[in-house]
């Protein structure tokens, strides 16, 4: 049951509403902030309409794609949370036990996200990690003016296990014609022209966390009212953690640089304690942790993957987005991840996400 303080009105004493309500901050021109504060509770519709109001400029096209992704989140966090019983376990080309079609949990996330917005009118291509070209808007509906990216169900592999899994996307403004299909173009732009990223995570409970920029706010799902809740305003990242986060399994096929940053920061010395590790497998859930607890989150360039495992669009830019608004660093090894200019839709990065400081230690071991 969730604490009667997450909804605003129910009973709460005025007192206490004032006491958790948290100040507003715009600090990008491009973003849509706040002018108003936003109380815990705040469902994620009203979050966005109070943020709408304070850019008198807005039409609302943006608050309507988040409508449809929230939509899509719930959608999906349904069907995620009945996969052990549902029989939607396993690979596409199989059959349940009705001898119907099971349709892999990724592909049909990625059908839900599709079929949830294409038909809005807000955006005009879309990029997915489950699906190799540009996904065109059909005809019949609107050409919108954004783009959206996104990784349907990333972490995958932690499905069959029920481990946390998530979605991860992102949203730019188009750079084609207003009206016309979007294309390739509109696709491969760079995270520093990222209007809006976020993820949804399907764990014990499933949150959806967004940034437009300025700032990064949590939302946690009420399954009982059907509702995500305003639940972590304003998260910050510590400056520096104590958790380390990378698939230590491959340390023989890293170069010499990571191999000894990892030797170092699992060694306790006269000036740190020795970090502990977590890794789950699902960078939604390994990044979720470091964005609350700080640390760092690594998957560098090794002997099999030479540019790294992660795509830049889907996976590496949005999450960079987040962090550095949460007050982290995001970089590839040599440069802000939000600055490399993509070439390709499906291209990967090497990645070193997290607290300021622990970014900058394991930097200065892989440049060495
Ligand atoms: P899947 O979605 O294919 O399971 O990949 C997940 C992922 O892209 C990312 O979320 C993880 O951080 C990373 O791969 C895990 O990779 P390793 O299994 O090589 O550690």
């Not at 050409?143 to 995958?156: A, E």
């Not at 409970?205 to 399954?223: E, H, I, K, R």
């Not at 609350?292 to 830019?317: C, H, M, T, W």
Request: aromatic share 8%; hydrophobic share 35%; charged share 20%.
């Amino acid at each position: 049951m969730m604490p009667a303080h997450w909804y605003p009105n129910l009973g709460m004493p005025s007192a206490v509403r004032s006491a958790l309500v948290c100040p507003a901050t715009m600090s990008r021109a491009v973003s849509i902030g706040p002018t108003q504060e936003s109380p815990i509770g705040t469902t994620l519709e009203r979050h966005l309409l109070d943020r709408q109001r304070g850019m008198p400029e807005a039409t609302g096209d943006f608050t309507g794609l988040f409508q449809q992704l929230s939509l899509a989140a719930k959608i999906i966090g349904s069907r995620v949370s009945k996969a052990g019983l549902s029989g939607i376990l396993g690979r596409t080309g199989t059959t349940n036990v009705q001898g119907e079609q099971v349709q892999k949990l990724d592909d049909f996330a990625n059908s839900v996200i599709v079929s949830t917005v294409e038909a809005g009118g807000h955006v005009c291509v879309m990029g997915s990690e489950e699906v190799e070209e540009p996904i065109q808007i059909p005809l019949q509906y609107p050409q919108g003016k954004y783009v959206l990216q996104f990784d349907p169900l990333d972490g995958s592999g932690n499905i069959d296990i029920n481990a946390s899994i998530g979605t991860i996307f992102s949203i730019h403004r188009r750079l084609t014609p207003d009206g016309e299909q979007g294309t390739l173009k509109d696709l491969l732009q760079p995270g520093s022209d990222i209007v809006a990223a976020g993820y949804v995570i399907y764990g014990s409970s499933n949150m959806l966390v967004y940034s437009t920029g300025d700032q990064v706010d949590g939302f946690t799902y009420d399954p009982g009212v059907g509702e995500f809740f305003l639940s972590h305003p304003k998260i910050r990242m510590p400056q520096r953690g104590g958790i380390y986060s990378i698939n230590e399994g491959n340390y023989h096929k890293w170069e010499e640089g990571i191999r000894k940053w990892v030797d170092w920061i699992k060694a306790p010395s006269e000036n740190k304690k020795a970090y502990s590790l977590r890794y789950i497998g699902a960078m939604v859930a390994d990044l979720h942790r470091t964005l609350l607890r700080g640390g760092i989150f690594v998957y560098p360039a090794d002997a099999k993957n030479k540019q790294g495992k992660l795509r830049l669009l889907y996976e590496a830019s949005p999450m960079a987005f987040l962090v550095e608004a949460a007050g982290g660093t995001a970089s590839d090894g040599q440069r802000r991840i939000l600055t490399i200019e993509p070439e390709e839709l499906h291209q990967r990065t090497p990645v070193f996400m997290g607290s300021p400081d622990d970014v900058a230690d394991a930097l200065r071991f892989a440049g060495s």
